[in-house]
């Protein structure tokens, strides 16, 4: 399996981390990090997320942010389909 990231995914990972870096940019690299760091398990446990809120997505909460990445399992990628503050409210927005 292989990583697939969609253009809103790479965006909302780089507004968040412009959005941070405004007052911390070291914590938007901690940030942006972490959440690659999450997202490269997936190659290997594609089912750790749990079951999304939009039907054939996947939800990984990302630990020690507040981000979640929601994810879609498509052999033989995972795609990754969007990066979230769990704030937002995912779908409705």
């Not at 190659?43 to 879609?72: C, H, Q």
């Not at 399992?73 to 389909?81: A, C, D, N, R, W």
């Amino acid at each position: 399996m292989h990583l697939e990231w969609t253009r809103p995914a790479i965006r909302d990972i780089k507004d968040a981390g412009d959005f941070i870096a405004l007052d911390n940019p070291k914590a938007a690299d901690r940030m942006a990090e972490r959440v690659r760091e999450s997202v490269e398990y997936l190659v290997e446990y594609p089912n750790m997320g749990r079951i999304g809120r939009v039907s054939g997505t996947r939800e990984l909460i990302v630990s020690g942010t507040p981000f979640i990445v929601v994810y879609r399992v498509k052999v033989p990628s995972i795609q990754i389909l969007r990066v979230l503050h769990h704030a937002r409210k995912w779908p409705a927005f």
